[in-house]
């Protein structure tokens, strides 16, 4: 099982960027998928969850600016982040609460990682 996410990148200030996370592999069942970031120097934090019925729960710091979204048979997960802060400069991460067919259980897995960066 892999997670891939795509569409990190460097934007001025208030613009905006879409991440999307695709997992690929022996996949059987794929429970939450969410978003979370790294700043330098700081811990990895939550930015965004979803459910597989589509619930959401969202950071306060991202509240009313991202969009935490998923395409369920494609196995994807999007966060359209608008209104983008300097602050919001991270390391982001997608995850995947998945069980593949082979296991009894659901594994936590995670995508590599990718940059974004936004200037001031």
């Known amino acids: 099982v892999q997670l891939q996410a795509f569409g990190g990148g460097l934007v001025q200030a208030g613009g905006s960027l879409r991440l999307s996370c695709a997992a690929s592999?022996?996949?059987?069942?794929?429970?939450?998928m969410g978003w979370y970031r790294q700043a330098p120097g700081k811990q990895r934090e939550l930015v965004a969850t979803?459910?597989?019925?589509?619930?959401?729960n969202y950071a306060d710091s991202v509240e009313g600016r991202f969009t935490i979204s998923r395409d369920n048979a494609k196995n994807t997960v999007y966060l359209q982040m608008n209104g983008l802060k300097p602050e919001d400069t991270a390391v982001y991460y997608c995850?995947?609460?998945?069980?593949?067919?082979?296991?009894?259980?659901?594994?936590?897995?995670w995508g590599r990682g990718t940059l974004v960066t936004v200037s001031s």
């Open positions: 995850n995947a609460d998945l069980r593949p067919p082979y296991l009894s259980r659901s594994l936590i897995y």
């Open positions: 592999g022996s996949i059987g069942s794929i429970n939450n």
């Open positions: 979803t459910t597989n019925g589509g619930s959401t």
